[in-house]
């Protein structure tokens, strides 16, 4: 079964009388375990695809079914229960809060949750900052570390919830070449260590390095292919 399913999925907006279709038609299934890239030139719908994806936005028609449910007409206060619960978000920009150390920027997650304990949430900072290697700057603060740093300790953020899936919203779109690397190559463990990770990137470099790339032009689906098979990390 797919953890995502859209089926004629279309997207438009309307401003000072003037209709735009940012989606057409958009059937897409995502399986547990993948790594797509969605791939294609600024405006090509990208991002709003990622944001009905991540349940930030609705679909004007078509359905949507996630983890086997169908979450097409559901209000916004169970869509943000189900991200909370299920998803990971990664931005260009970060979006750490400049007044919060490392350790709380990534526990901020696990507070919208009910019945975790502070000693649990803790437990599983300490895990995704590991995972992520910046243990060592727990007790800094966003302006303490570099775009590279900022950006992995975004990753942990997206973890600490152990989403279904993490999307990724132009995720080496602020950094420079070098860090761009070193968190493509953190995407590329966490893929080989089980997780589920749809991106948004108009890197050609970035988007070869999923296992699978989606192409979008003008709000339509023009290529999915199959980039390499990858070998997980036995549980």
Same mark, same amino acid.
């Given at each position: 079964?797919?953890?995502?399913?859209?089926?004629?999925?279309?997207?438009?907006?309307?401003?000072?009388?003037?209709?735009?279709?940012?989606l057409?038609?958009i059937?897409?299934?995502?399986?547990q375990?993948?790594?797509?890239?969605?791939?294609g030139?600024?405006?090509?719908?990208?991002? $709003?695809?990622?944001?009905?994806?991540?349940l930030?936005?609705?679909?004007?028609?078509?359905?949507?079914?996630?983890?086997?449910?169908?979450?097409?007409?559901?209000?916004?206060?169970k869509?943000?229960?189900?991200?909370?619960?299920?998803?990971?978000?990664?931005?260009?920009?970060?979006?750490?809060i400049s007044?919060?150390?490392?350790?709380?920027n990534?526990m901020?997650?696990?507070?919208?949750?009910?019945?975790?304990?502070?000693?649990?949430m803790?437990?599983?900072?300490?895990?995704?900052?590991?995972?992520?290697?910046?243990?060592?700057?727990?007790?800094?603060?966003?302006?303490q570390?570099?775009?590279?740093?900022?950006?992995?300790?975004?990753?942990?953020?997206?973890?600490?919830?152990?989403?279904?899936?993490?999307?990724?919203?132009?995720?080496?779109?602020?950094?420079?070449?070098?860090?761009?690397?070193?968190?493509?190559?953190?995407?590329?463990?966490?893929?080989?260590?089980?997780? $589920?990770?749809?991106?948004?990137?108009?890197?050609?470099?970035?988007?070869?390095?999923?296992?699978?790339?989606?192409?979008?032009l003008?709000?339509?689906?023009?290529n999915?292919?199959?980039?390499?098979s990858?070998?997980?990390?036995?549980?």
């Amino acid at each position: 079964m797919s953890l995502l399913s859209l089926s004629n999925i279309n997207k438009s907006f309307l401003t000072e009388d003037i209709e735009t279709h940012a989606l057409s038609n958009i059937n897409l299934e995502i399986a547990q375990g993948e790594y797509v890239s969605l791939s294609g030139p600024s405006g090509c719908g990208k991002s $709003t695809l990622l944001s009905i994806l991540g349940l930030l936005d609705t679909a004007t028609s078509g359905q949507y079914l996630f983890n086997g449910q169908d979450v097409t007409g559901f209000s916004r206060d169970k869509r943000a229960q189900i991200r909370c619960y299920d998803i990971g978000f990664v931005f260009q920009s970060f979006n750490l809060i400049s007044s919060l150390t490392i350790s709380e920027n990534i526990m901020l997650p696990l507070t919208y949750q009910n019945g975790v304990s502070k000693s649990l949430m803790q437990s599983k900072v300490d895990e995704v900052l590991e995972r992520v290697g910046m243990q060592h700057r727990a007790n800094h603060y966003p302006s303490q570390l570099s775009g590279g740093q900022q950006q992995r300790v975004a990753v942990a953020r997206a973890l600490v919830n152990d989403p279904k899936i993490i999307f990724a919203d132009e995720p080496t779109g602020n950094l420079d070449s070098q860090n761009a690397e070193k968190v493509m190559a953190l995407f590329d463990q966490l893929h080989r260590d089980g997780s $589920t990770i749809c991106m948004v990137t108009h890197d050609p470099r970035s988007a070869q390095m999923a296992q699978r790339q989606v192409s979008i032009l003008d709000g339509t689906l023009v290529n999915d292919v199959m980039l390499h098979s990858v070998e997980k990390v036995p549980a």
